[in-house]
Structures are given as C-alpha cells and as structure tokens.
C-alpha cells in the first residue's frame, strides 16, 4: 500500500475517533459539572462513544507503524498533521457549526502548502526509494 494512502487514513481515523470523542464527551459532560472529576472520568471510561473512538486510535497507530517503516517520521507526521488539520476544520464546520474566517483558512491552506513543499523537495529515505 502507498505510504501517502496510509498516512490519509491514519489522519481520516484520527478525525473519525476525535468526532466520536466529541460526540460521547458532550454527552456525559454535565457529569462532570455536577458529580465532579472521577465521576466523570468513570462516565467516559463506561461511555459507548468514547471507547469505540479509542478502539479506532489505537487501530490508526497500528497503522502508523508500518507508515514508520516506509518513510521518514518528520515527512509522515507532517503529512499526516496537514491532512488532519484540513479534514478536522471542514468536518467540525459541517457537523458542529464550529466555522474558521477567511484568515484560519489561509494559514491552514498555507501549512499544507508547506508540508507538500517540503515532501517534494526531500530525498527519499532508503524505504521510500526501494518502495518507488
């Protein structure tokens, strides 16, 4: 498999557990208004939500390891932080009303450039360039 595809979807199943995470999280936070810390650490560990979103991390990084064998960390995780940041930005804007301005957009359009920049302009590590 393409070392880019699995960093796509390492970073899509970051954005999916991080929705999910939200999701269970805003469900159970007036625990914490009311009950306290623990209670509410109890509610998330108990919370159907938050474990299906750690089970899907915990499936990413398992991924991730074999992104590590195929490319450098430094391209990998700023591939990765790139693809991230854009999907969680339009994401969060389409299911929670959560919308950036024209200049949070520019800088995040702006880091992407950079990082593709930046994976153009490299040499290949030696995984990469028996892979290619």
Do not use: C
């Not at 306290?36 to 398992?62: E, I, K, M, N, Y």
């Not at 299911?95 to 153009?120: K, M």
């Amino acid at each position: 498999m393409h070392v880019i595809f699995m960093i796509l979807i390492v970073a899509s199943s970051t954005l999916g557990s991080q929705l999910l995470l939200k999701q269970g999280i805003a469900e159970i936070a007036p625990v914490l208004h009311h009950s306290g810390v623990f209670d509410f650490l109890f509610a998330a560990a108990g919370s159907p939500w938050v474990l299906t979103a750690l089970t899907w991390q915990v499936a990413a990084h398992v991924l991730w390891f074999f992104v590590l064998t195929q490319s450098r960390v430094s391209m990998a995780f700023a591939v990765s932080g790139s693809f991230f940041y854009l999907l969680l930005a339009l994401a969060s804007w389409f299911l929670f009303d959560e919308a950036l301005n024209a200049w949070q957009w520019l800088g995040l359009l702006l880091i992407s450039a950079g990082v593709v920049i930046l994976n153009v302009a490299a040499p290949k590590a030696p995984a990469e360039a028996q892979t290619a």
